[in-house]
């Protein structure tokens, strides 16, 4: 509790501040898939590497779809091979599966349905970790004009108080 605050502002602070680590949370969500796109690449890469498959084949990762759904990436994440893959920054062959260096990967030469996959993804994410940013900026920023309107608002009925205690 802040005394210089009314129960109404304090209530506008606690919510702003809600909603800016609602937004926070958005924001990692985001960062998380950007991480499972690289992870997807490196995965598509050690496959060449390896000889399983060419340059030209696509390589996209069927757990990429849960990029399209906040819920659905979300519930992966949370997931224990969602854990597990984030929390050691590796991405094995989906879980139930023999064939590690491939399994889950689209294997199509020239993929029309995934072209560009990794830019593709990753460029609508940044632009909504940008969009997102911007708005916990503002969301600070709302706590903050009450906070400072509040402050200044004691300061003056101190000074009154002070000014009478002259008189
Ligand atoms: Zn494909």
Excluded at 74 to 95: D, H, R, Y
Aim: proline share 2%; with cysteine; hydrophobic share 35%.
């Amino acid at each position: 509790m802040d005394e210089k605050l009314s129960g109404e502002e304090e209530r506008l602070i606690e919510s702003a501040a809600a909603e800016h680590r609602q937004l926070e949370e958005e924001m990692e969500l985001c960062r998380r898939m950007l991480t499972l796109i690289e992870l997807a690449q490196d995965r598509r890469r050690a496959a060449i590497t390896a000889g399983r498959i060419g340059e030209d084949i696509c390589g996209y990762d069927q757990r990429l779809d849960t990029i399209s759904s906040r819920d659905a990436f979300a519930a992966f994440a949370t997931s224990p091979e969602g854990e597990n893959i984030f929390a050691t920054s590796k991405l094995p062959g989906p879980i139930g599966e023999e064939d590690e260096i491939v399994k889950g990967m689209c294997e199509k030469k020239r993929c029309k349905a995934h072209a560009g996959w990794a830019k593709m993804l990753a460029l609508g994410l940044r632009h909504q970790i940008r969009e997102l940013g911007e708005q916990a900026v503002e969301v600070e920023e709302q706590g903050r004009i009450v906070r400072d309107a509040a402050g200044e608002r004691w300061r003056r009925k101190k000074a009154e108080k002070n000014w009478v205690e002259v008189l």
